[in-house]
């Protein structure tokens, strides 16, 4: 069954390294999507992405954040300089696109500390 | 204003008991979808059920069911015949906006503990 995945599954960064999460969806999906989750909290938006643009963004997705498809299967999450609260695990999610085709599945994830 | 309300952030169950767990949500778009998905203590977000809010019927997959009452604006999942793998957080989702975004708005989420 295809399935989203995430590279890498843990990363260690120093405060005010970039650092540049991957995800490859769903390969038929259209729509894709980051989402954090600190821990212990619960899940929220950061970023969705259609058709090479991004369509939504939360207030958590400021200008030290960035995201990027450079090529058809890939789907990226930039953060420029990273801080201690960006410690999190980082999920992205796809969709297929049509009515009724509504539900995002998730990949494992990327566990984010900051130092 | 909270969106997604789980009021149970832990519930114990026997093993192979029914369970109900709890959410209720707050929208004024006439089309939305609802979702739950189980969190293992790995970390993955596994999709469990999905209900539409035009939907007629309660959605259910296999030992999940989705209790609908549109109403009182509440989707609770009930999880049939408990398992020692049910143990987990699960997260009760909304899906917001119109157009391409139709981004989830998670709740705070409910921790299950099947006992043996």
């Known amino acids: 069954e295809p399935e989203v995945t995430q590279t890498p599954s843990h990363q260690v960064t120093q405060m005010g390294q970039e650092v540049i999460l991957r995800c490859v969806p769903i390969?038929?999906?259209?729509?894709f999507y980051w989402y954090r989750q600190i821990l212990g909290q619960k899940v929220e938006f950061l970023v969705s992405?259609?058709?090479?643009?991004?369509?939504?963004k939360s207030e958590i997705f400021d200008d030290q954040f960035s995201v990027e498809r450079p090529d058809g299967s890939n789907f990226t999450l930039k953060i420029r300089s990273t801080k201690l609260e960006d410690s999190a695990m980082y999920f992205c999610?796809?969709?297929?696109?049509?009515?009724?085709?509504?539900?995002?599945?998730f990949g494992p994830g990327t566990r984010l500390l900051v130092l | 204003a909270q969106k997604i309300t789980q009021t149970q952030p832990g519930m114990f169950v026997q093993e192979k008991e029914a369970v109900t767990l709890d959410c209720t949500y707050d929208?004024?778009?006439?089309?939305?979808?609802l979702f739950w998905y189980k969190q293992p203590s790995s970390g993955e977000m596994i999709f469990l059920i999905y209900?539409?809010?035009?939907?007629?019927q309660n959605a259910t997959e296999g030992r999940y069911s989705l209790n609908f009452q549109k109403a009182r604006k509440s989707a609770n999942l009930v999880i049939s015949a408990s398992q020692l793998g049910d143990s987990a957080m699960y997260f009760c989702?909304?899906?917001?906006?119109?157009?391409?975004?139709?981004?989830?708005?998670f709740g705070p989420g409910t921790r299950l503990s099947v006992l043996p």
């Open positions: 999610a796809s969709r297929q696109h049509g009515q009724g085709r509504e539900t995002q599945y």
């Open positions: 390969s038929n999906h259209l729509y």
């Open positions: 992405f259609y058709n090479n643009e991004i369509s939504e």
């Open positions: 929208t004024s778009d006439p089309s939305y979808g």
């Open positions: 209900q539409g809010s035009y939907d007629q």
């Open positions: 989702a909304m899906r917001e906006g119109r157009g391409y975004g139709q981004n989830f708005v």
